[in-house]
């Protein structure tokens, strides 16, 4: 059945004529006795009983006003669904594990404050992984470290974060040269603090003699504080640690310091949801750095 069907057939139910249903909907009233007897062949019954010129909804007819009114209702809230500017429905976000940790939770909840209409499902995940998510369509946005395929995607600079190596307090300085932590704690390979620390172990031309893999910051913590090797992570994540005086942090040079999130999504597939975050992150990023007494 086409929608249009049944809004003839709805028509001339309401108006209880042919004629008047056509003067209604601006049709011959040819078209509109064809529509409906074409409409009454496709379902194999009679939508209505005729007396002369009078129409009479048959049982069957009753039965079909009932789910015509919901299709149209249905099709017409869709259809405002899809062209509204108002953000509404389910909003897939997807976030670095630092991100959501530290920098996402201001803002989702003046999202949330801002936009109680939207449900908001986030997915956490390293920026390869983030990325196939937003090209298969499995997440509509995400806050990750570049760089990004600039042919698939549209970015926006979220948050710059000063990135620091941290070690345990007995650990000796970690000066601008010199050899570095034999051993590594880090995350999952692809990464972007991964990344950063072993691009500062090829900028001195060596390699961590043991990578340990975990999967989360505090855990990276935890093992860090007992010696088992060093681990670079935003700065901010110490201030969510209660064991951070535990800690030696160790400043990298100014040059490779920071690490730039970014909002990105799919071209072509922005959104009233997705504006409403853009003007949430513009009014609340600001950068961010721990402030320890480093030695170098």
């Known amino acids: ?46 939508l209505f009983i005729r007396e002369g010129k009078r129409l009479h909804v048959s049982p069957s007819g009753i039965v079909l006003a009932e789910y015509a009114g919901r299709l149209l209702d249905l099709a017409q809230e869709a259809k405002q669904a899809v062209t509204s500017q108002t953000p509404q429905g389910v909003f897939r976000l997807g976030a670095m594990e630092s991100t959501a940790i530290v920098r996402l939770p201001a803002p989702i909840t003046a999202y949330h404050r801002a936009h109680p209409q939207v449900e908001i499902e ?102 860090v504080i007992a010696g088992m090797g060093a681990a670079l992570l935003p700065g901010s994540i110490l201030d969510t640690f209660s064991q951070a005086e535990l800690l030696k942090v160790h400043r990298l040079p100014k040059r490779i310091n920071t690490l730039t ?26 950068g961010c750095g721990t402030k320890p007494d480093i030695k170098h």
């Open 122 to 223: 986030l997915k956490t995940g390293n920026p390869r992984q983030l990325s196939t998510a937003l090209l298969n369509g499995r997440i509509d946005a995400a806050l990750m470290a570049g760089p990004v395929a600039q042919k698939s995607f549209d970015t926006l600079v979220a948050f710059s974060e000063e990135t620091v190596l941290v070690t345990s307090t007995d650990h000796a300085p970690i000066k601008s040269h010199g050899p570095l932590p034999k051993t590594v704690i880090v995350f999952e390979d692809g990464c972007p603090h991964r990344k950063l620390l072993e691009h500062c172990y090829a900028l001195r031309e060596e390699t961590p003699a043991r990578t340990i893999e975990l999967g989360s910051y505090h855990a990276m913590l935890s093992c």
């Open 1 to 46: 059945m086409k929608l249009s069907d049944l809004e003839i057939f709805c028509a001339v139910l309401e108006e209880g004529s042919i004629t008047a249903a056509a003067r209604r909907l601006h049709r011959v009233q040819s078209n509109i006795t064809t529509r409906i007897k074409q409409l009454e062949k496709k379902l194999g019954v009679s």
């Open 261 to 286: 999130t970014l909002l990105v999504w799919r071209k072509g597939f922005d959104s009233p949801n997705l504006q409403a975050l853009k003007v949430i992150l513009g009014r609340s990023s600001r």
